[in-house]
């Protein structure tokens, strides 16, 4: 949780990145496309999870994005917010929907 420009989904997208979830390949190409937006491309770990090309072209989390991975003996649904102080009702909302969906699917 935290506030706007505090890092949040360039932290996930890194820890995903590291984790092995995302390839080497795509972080490249993610880094090619943002230096077209700014010099540096520093969101390439940022849009792993703003996939929205507003999202991108604004450089904020504007949607609830959803990453899922596995661990041998867990299953993790990472999620990313906007703004928590401007969001928390539409999180409570889209948790509960994501949640439904993933109970019905296993």
Request: with cysteine.
């Amino acid at each position: 949780m935290g506030h706007v420009d505090h890092g949040k989904s360039t932290l996930t997208g890194h820890l995903l990145f590291d984790a092995g979830y995302i390839d080497q390949k795509t972080i490249e190409q993610y880094a090619k496309e943002s230096e077209r937006l700014e010099p540096g491309d520093t969101f390439k770990y940022a849009w792993v999870l703003d996939t929205i090309k507003e999202e991108r072209e604004k450089r904020i989390t504007i949607d609830l994005s959803f990453q899922k991975f596995e661990t041998p003996k867990n299953f993790y649904t990472i999620i990313d917010a906007p703004d928590t102080g401007t969001s928390s009702r539409t999180l409570d909302y889209r948790c509960k929907q994501q949640t439904s969906q993933f109970s019905s699917s296993r």
